[in-house]
């Protein structure tokens, strides 16, 4: 059984450009959220995705944005890259009708912004 | 919004001796929180988790309180062993299903000495 499934692994983008990262849920999941973790912190909630919509957005500005397609599989996108947004992102996925209520988190990719 | 703090950032322990992390959440509506364990280069994965309608939960050698009054959990690690070396984050959300938001402290490294 495949878990969280994110790509690239590793990425390095130069200020301005824009940049896609893919995550494909655990199977059997509905739900993505995405975070990201800054070196040395702990992860921040981006947005998350459900039935192809947005239903929860964190405190990160409009370059950030998603998508959910209808395999569930989901992406995130970020334009006009800023040193700043060189962190860690990570994917996690749920089944929002689950009782279970712990996220699965992907391995994440490594986003270096020069 | 969701604000959690965590103590200490850092954390050395002799093999054997169990270890304590405390965390504090702000947001009086959450009632879900999650431990993860993230080593190094590694996804968090999730070790344990309390609702807030239980007080105390153990899992083999790991165990989680809660204190809804005084908004605060821990995470105790009794009988420590050199592969809980890692960094642990806690985390709180107000669980709705299964659609919510994680809001994690910045995170323990432990460091378990042999």
């Known amino acids: 059984d495949a878990g969280v499934t994110q790509s690239p692994t590793h990425l390095i983008k130069t200020r301005g450009q824009q940049v896609t990262l893919r995550c494909s849920p655990k199977?059997?999941?509905?739900?993505v959220s995405w975070y990201q973790q800054a070196l040395g912190q702990g992860p921040q909630f981006i947005f998350q995705?459900?039935?192809?919509?947005?239903?929860q957005r964190g405190n990160f500005p409009d370059r950030f944005s998603g998508h959910q397609f209808p395999n569930y599989s989901s992406e995130l996108n970020v334009n006009a890259l800023l040193l700043g947004d060189s962190a860690l992102y990570l994917c996690?996925?749920?089944?929002?009708?689950?009782?279970?209520?712990?996220?699965?988190f992907g391995s994440g990719t490594r986003l270096t912004v020069v | 919004g969701e604000n959690v703090e965590q103590h200490p950032s850092t954390l050395s322990v002799q093999e054997g001796d169990s270890a304590v992390i405390k965390c504090t959440y702000s947001?009086?509506?959450?009632?879900?929180f999650p431990w993860y364990k993230q080593e190094l280069g590694k996804r968090p994965q999730l070790i344990i988790d309390i609702r807030s309608n239980v007080g105390e939960k153990k899992d083999q050698r790991i165990a989680v309180t809660l204190n809804k009054t005084a908004k605060h959990f821990s995470l105790h690690i009794t009988e420590t062993q050199p592969e809980d070396s890692a960094v642990y984050f806690c985390?709180?959300?107000?669980?709705?299903?299964?659609?919510?938001?994680?809001?994690f402290g910045k995170g323990t490294l432990l460091t378990v000495n042999p």
């Open positions: 995705y459900y039935e192809e919509e947005e239903r």
């Open positions: 985390a709180a959300s107000f669980s709705g299903g299964s659609n919510y938001k994680l809001t």
């Open positions: 996690a996925s749920s089944l929002r009708r689950s009782r279970n209520y712990g996220y699965t």
């Open positions: 947001d009086s509506a959450s009632n879900y």
């Open positions: 199977s059997g999941h509905d739900t």
